[in-house]
């Protein structure tokens, strides 16, 4: 199983959007799409739950299970929350792909920078 995890600590930087567009993307490729949200808020899950029942076929995953849910996905796409940085190195040890979604404002930047300091300090770049 492939993970894609979607990071930084500054919320409201489009981590949710991207998360479920490509949640449906791989899923209308034909991939078994796992979408893990670790917001207290539930946004991604809300969404599926909103979502029409003939729309692709996507699974809420609550808490990451690596074990149990291997072989069950070809992706899980992790929705990260806001101020994610003391788990940002566990759930980036897992991960295939990291996006780090970044608005073009000065606040983000800087929040962008700092996760990407406190990655390379923990040697995961």
Known sequence: MKHIVLLNP???CGKTTIATHL???AS???LRVALADHDKQQ???DWLKSRPRRCADIAAIAAYDG???EGDFDVM???MPGAAVSTAHSIASVCDKLIIPITPSPIDIKAALRLWVTLSNTGWL
Request: aromatic share 6%; glycine share 16%; charged share 10%.
């Open 67 to 69: 074990v149990s849910l």
């Open 43 to 45: 946004s991604s899950h």
């Open 28 to 30: 209308t490729m034909g």
């Open 23 to 25: 949640a449906v993307y």
């Open 77 to 79: 796409i992790h929705d």
């Open 10 to 12: 500054k919320g409201g």
